[in-house]
Structures are given as C-alpha cells and as structure tokens.
C-alpha cells in the first residue's frame, strides 16, 4: 500500500479556483505521475494541502509545518501538483528542504497527465492571471 500527499499550489488553488480534479482523477486512475504505482497496490490519498503562497522571510519554514501536518498521517510520498511542477520558481527549494527534513518521503514533482507543453501551460496561466476584474475600490468609485 501507498500513502500519499499532494501539495497544491495557493495560486492555482485560491486565486484561480483549481479544485485539484485532474490530479485526483489521476490519481484513481493511475495516470500521469501516479503511472508509477502498480495497479494491484492500495493507493490511499491521505490527504491535499496548500503551500504557504510564495515565500517571504520564512522561505520553507512555512511549507515544513503544513508538511508536517500530513507526515504525522505516515505517507510513504508527496506529489507536487503539476501547477507547482510548472509554475514555481521555489518547487527545486521546496523539494530540497522537504528530502533533508523528511528523508523517509519520496518528493514527486507532478500528478496529472501532461496534454499541454510547460511552456503554453505557463502562457495560459499568466493571461488568466492578467485578465482584468474588478476589485473593492472599483465599487467604492462606482467603476463597477
């Protein structure tokens, strides 16, 4: 049997609405980075978490503490979202401080299936980002 975690990206999660489906349709469906577990092997999803948002001050200090959330659960491996897995800058980081602090884990960069490149992921992305909307101050002015 394998336990496992998946990491999801804040951005992606909060400020882009994923709800993580594809990872997890992947996941059932032993495909993408999940490919790697035998058909006949329990694979149990432990549970998702967020990262902290990108780093300030505390770097990965923040990431560890979530971690550490899922780790008290014994998973045997934590999956970095592909949204984290394309878009962060910190993904080498965070996986480097996630293996020396919890040796005992497997860090996988990826879930779902790939059917996009990196690159037109990340062009897609960045214009859902810069899309205009309106915010609170637009309403005060009545701009909205």
């Known amino acids: 049997m394998a336990r496992i975690g998946i990491l999801t990206c804040s951005n992606a999660t909060q400020d ?6 594809s990872c997890l349709a992947d996941s059932r469906k032993r495909k993408g980075a999940f490919a790697r577990y035998p058909e ?5 999803l432990v549970g998702i978490i967020n990262c902290p948002g ?35 800058p910190f993904k080498e980081k965070y996986k480097k401080a996630l293996e020396e602090t919890f040796p005992e884990i497997r860090i996988i960069l990826g879930t779902h299936e ?17 899309q205009p909307r309106l915010s609170m101050p637009d309403v005060i002015l009545g701009k909205d």
């Open 40 to 44: 006949d092997e329990n694979l149990t």
């Open 54 to 88: 990108c780093p300030t001050l505390t770097g990965a200090d923040k990431l560890l503490q979530r971690i550490r959330a899922l780790t008290e659960f014994h998973i045997d491996a934590i999956h970095f979202t592909y949204c984290i897995k394309s878009l962060c």
């Open 114 to 130: 790939e059917h996009i490149t990196p690159e037109e992921f990340r062009q897609r992305v960045k214009k859902l980002f810069l």
């Open 16 to 21: 882009l609405g994923c709800s993580s489906v």
